[in-house]
């Protein structure tokens, strides 16, 4: 009997438009993951509006990370790919965990403690709620693992308590995920402040490589990026932005910091710069050109958020079910 594979499930919000960080620190990984796990990737839409988002443009960028998804080297075939709101189990099952969440443990969140700084008086109650969304989408599928960047780590331990006091309040019902985290790539930092992450939600675009940018907007980005006066390509917490260009190349070209140094002894910035611009475009471009065939083909995509939704649906509702019933509530 061929013996059951594992669950991973993971997402990106369509909050804003996806940069180098969130492919080199969660989409690549999850191209190298599919043959050996049974994997739901999902656009998560609901999280998206926790805060402000134009209709039009949402509309537009759930479908562009459906493309992106696909064109970054998905398979539709051997994956489940879905829009989150189109699977009502997610929304149901998060009402169900938030009234087993402390809201001491979300006040607790420093991703919540940074955005609602930015957002003062109008922060959503859904932005504190939003890792319990989060603990919903992955209980729901018992996945067992979660390829996300380092960023995600706490919102993955929030999960595993949640999970585990479900268990323990009522029976075993969740598996307890892992998060998969990369040893490279896991924090990708803006590339003109370097000490903070690189992010989609930045208002100055000097700040993040988008995966969408067009060839001469990432030569000119990295052109401009901070890095120090001391000249020298060292993998040094003194040189943050030199350390993050090199995370960067390393990444892509599969080499390690060592190699990079000695590659760029006694050379300065300019060709090292030029190296980890080209190598961006190399791998960037062949994924734009083709979220541009597919973003052509509107019912292509249609077709495989359809089928996406109809099974993550089947799988799920069975989970929500469970909780229902141990809750205490009668089977309609
Ligand atoms: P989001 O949309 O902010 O980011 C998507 C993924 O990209 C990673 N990431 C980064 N990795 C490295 N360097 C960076 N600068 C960088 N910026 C972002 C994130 O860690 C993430 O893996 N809450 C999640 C979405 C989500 C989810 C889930 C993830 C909703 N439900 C269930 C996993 C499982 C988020 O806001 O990611």
């Known amino acids: 009997m061929e013996e059951k594979k594992k669950v991973i499930f993971s997402g990106i919000q369509p909050s804003g438009n996806l940069t180098l960080g969130n492919y080199l620190g969660a989409l690549k990984n999850w191209v190298k993951l599919q043959d050996e796990y049974d994997c739901y990737y999902c656009v998560v839409d609901l999280h998206a509006i926790t805060v402000k988002q134009e209709p039009k443009d949402l509309r537009r960028r759930t479908l562009e990370v459906l493309a992106i998804y696909l ?64 603990a919903a989408d992955i209980l729901l599928y018992n996945a067992d693992l979660v390829p996300v960047g380092g960023d995600q780590k706490q919102h993955l331990e929030l999960t595993r308590d949640i999970a585990q006091r479900f268990n323990n309040t009522y029976s075993p019902t969740f598996t307890i995920p892992e998060p998969y985290i990369p040893k490279s790539g896991a924090k990708i930092m803006s590339l003109q402040e370097p000490t903070k992450k690189m992010s989609k939600s930045s208002d100055n675009p000097n700040s993040y490589i988008l995966i969408m940018d067009p060839p001469n907007v990432i030569r000119k980005k990295i052109n401009r990026s901070v890095t120090d006066s001391l000249g020298t390509v060292k993998y040094t917490d003194d040189q943050p932005g030199i350390k993050n ?45 083709k979220v541009n065939e597919y973003l052509g083909d509107k019912s292509y995509l249609e077709d495989i958020y359809k089928k ?7 799988v799920s509702y069975k989970v929500l079910r469970k909780m229902q019933k141990k809750i205490g509530f009668i089977p309609r």
């Open 308 to 314: 996406g939704a109809e099974k993550a649906y089947k």
């Open 71 to 134: 064109a970054a080297g998905i398979d539709p075939e051997k994956n489940t790919i879905f829009i989150q709101s189109h699977v009502s189990t997610h929304s149901e099952a998060s009402w169900l965990l938030n009234c087993n969440t402390y809201i001491g443990e979300l006040f607790r969140m420093t991703q919540y403690k940074d955005k609602s700084k930015r957002y003062g008086e109008s922060v959503s109650a859904g932005l504190l709620n939003y890792p319990v969304l989060m």
């Open 245 to 289: 260009l090199m995370t960067i190349l390393g990444n892509i070209k599969g080499m390690t910091m060592e190699e990079i140094e000695k590659k760029y002894e006694g050379q300065g910035y300019a060709n090292f710069k030029k190296d980890v611009a080209e190598a961006i475009v190399e791998e960037l471009e062949p994924i734009q050109n």
